[in-house]
């Protein structure tokens, strides 16, 4: 190891000294360098990404990292999306991440402040509030981009792109606004993917589900809420895509297997192009 990467590797260490410090008290791992994955807690969390929001913290500010490529999946309840984003993550690596769950496990972490305020969106099958579903989502983001970039001897920057599938977002204006405001150009969205089935296909696979699924939308009440959010909040946001030539629209009555298949011939044909 030449004395130049030892100086570099010192001069991270010693920027984030406080915040190593901070974290090694609290029994976490400390943040050397970009290759480390770390876990955080609830509040260490929104305490990172307030810090990230503020510019604070250098070891999270986005421009220190490689610009991601983010493909957005939507789609109506029960269309296939998360089924069909953990195919693709498996066949081509990309990081899923979906908003729903992400609010579904912010809802059930002890001592959330949001855990109401999520659970009455998601029985009534409406739209969360930006500021929430995109911290979730850029600190998700944030935590894997760390750990995927790599450090190469003699280089400053990371070379490693994070490629995220962000599943069920931007689901109204409010979460393409809050997107635009928060994230904007750091990440290059590539393609929105939109899964569409008749309704009746959309409710039969919600109750089919909720059978076993646990989840407190999974019922004709609030199946009916969440179709009309679907129909009128969020395929506007599809023809905003439209618009910028992004999207592309996929028919998910058929078979799991049949719908793969075509997400792989538009993600090998996106991949050909960005060579
Ligand atoms: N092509 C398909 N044919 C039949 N069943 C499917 C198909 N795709 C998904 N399913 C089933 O339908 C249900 C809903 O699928 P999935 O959870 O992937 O949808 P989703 O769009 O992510 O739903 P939500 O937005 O409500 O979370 C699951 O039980 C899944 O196994
Ligand atoms: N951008 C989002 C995504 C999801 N939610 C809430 C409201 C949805 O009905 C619920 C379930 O999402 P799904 O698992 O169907 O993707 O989660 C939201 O408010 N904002």
């Not at 791992?29 to 994955?37: D, E, F, K, L």
């Not at 769950?101 to 809802?107: F, G, N, Y």
Request: charged letters at 20%; a positive charge; proline letters at 4%.
């Amino acid at each position: 190891m030449s004395v130049i990467v030892i100086i570099k590797r010192w001069l991270s260490y010693s920027r984030n000294f406080p915040l190593n410090l901070y974290l090694k008290r609290l029994n976490q791992q400390p943040t050397v360098n970009y290759c480390h994955t770390v876990s955080f807690s609830n509040i260490q969390r929104i305490s990172l990404i307030n810090r990230f929001f503020n510019n604070n913290c250098k070891m999270y500010d986005w421009n220190n990292l490689p610009r991601p490529n983010v493909i957005f999946v939507l789609g109506g309840p029960g269309a296939g999306k998360g089924t069909q984003c953990n195919l693709i993550s498996k066949k081509f690596g990309h990081v899923h991440l979906s908003a729903g769950d992400l609010l579904r496990k912010e809802q059930n972490t002890a001592g959330s402040q949001y855990g109401e305020l999520i659970a009455e969106h998601i029985k009534n099958g409406t739209i969360v509030p930006v500021e929430i579903t995109c911290k979730l989502l850029m600190n998700a983001m944030l935590e894997n981009m760390i750990s995927l970039a790599k450090m190469v001897e003699g280089n400053d920057k990371p070379i490693a792109t994070g490629n995220f599938l962000i599943d069920g977002f931007p689901r109204n204006q409010d979460n393409l606004d809050g997107w635009q405001k928060f994230v904007g150009d750091k990440v290059n969205v590539q393609l929105v993917l939109v899964f569409e089935c008749p309704e009746e296909v959309y409710i039969a696979r919600c109750l089919k589900r909720g059978q076993h699924s646990g989840r407190a939308d999974d019922n004709p009440e609030s199946m009916k809420k969440r179709l009309d959010t679907h129909l009128n909040q969020t395929m506007p946001i599809v023809k905003y895509y439209e618009k910028l030539d992004l999207v592309k629209r996929i028919d998910s009555s058929r078979s799991i297997k049949e719908v793969h298949e075509e997400c792989c011939t538009i993600l090998q044909s996106l991949m050909a192009q960005a060579k």
